[in-house]
């Protein structure tokens, strides 16, 4: 009888981790309710980031997270004006606009599973689109940092 070895905490929780974000994926890929077809989009980019020589749970995680916004801006009027003012965002928010970057930054007129790779792989690497309007959502938030006291929570 073969012994079953317990796996390591943090090796659980990478995995819960990693099945997470891809739930978030296939649910932001779905489109008319048709799952079965995101689920086979994300299938194929797994097998072709492996393809590629690369950890498809390392690059999927370094991603998103390279990507995650960690501020928001929001539209707040008061008194007649309209200010925008930076919110921070729970970590679920977080990865769930990631993906949406990144599935937004590689629609292009190729195929979309291909764009999507090396748009992962990138990002992954610290070059991509999507860290770049990430960059750009950044700044914003910083320069407008001093309507930060319009916040209410």
């Known amino acids: 009888m073969?012994?079953?070895k317990k796996s390591n905490?943090?090796?659980?929780?990478?995995?819960f981790l990693f099945s997470f974000i891809i739930r978030k994926f296939i649910n932001q890929l779905m489109k008319n309710g048709k799952k079965v077809a995101s689920e086979?989009?994300?299938k194929n980019i797994l097998i072709k980031i492996s393809l590629k020589g690369y950890s498809p749970v390392n690059v999927i995680t370094l991603a998103?997270?390279?990507v995650k916004p960690l501020i928001e801006v929001k539209n707040i009027r008061l008194k007649g004006?309209?200010?925008q003012v930076p919110f921070p965002i729970k970590v679920s928010r977080q990865i769930s606009l990631a993906i949406k970057t990144l599935i937004k930054s590689s629609s292009g007129k190729k195929k979309f599973e291909d764009l999507l790779v090396d748009e992962l792989?990138?990002?992954?690497?610290?070059?991509s689109q999507?860290?770049?309007a990430t960059n750009v959502l950044h700044?914003?938030?910083?320069?407008?940092?001093l309507f930060s006291h319009y916040r209410w929570f």
């Not at 905490?9 to 995995?15: I, V």
């Not at 792989?121 to 070059?127: A, D, E, R």
């Not at 700044?139 to 940092?145: D, F, H």
């Open 139 to 145: 700044k914003l938030a910083s320069q407008n940092k």
């Open 121 to 127: 792989i990138n990002s992954s690497l610290g070059k």
């Open 130 to 132: 999507s860290i770049k």
């Open 2 to 4: 073969p012994i079953n």
């Open 9 to 15: 905490f943090l090796d659980n929780k990478s995995n």
């Open 40 to 42: 086979k989009i994300i």
């Open 81 to 83: 004006n309209s200010f």
């Open 64 to 66: 998103i997270n390279n």
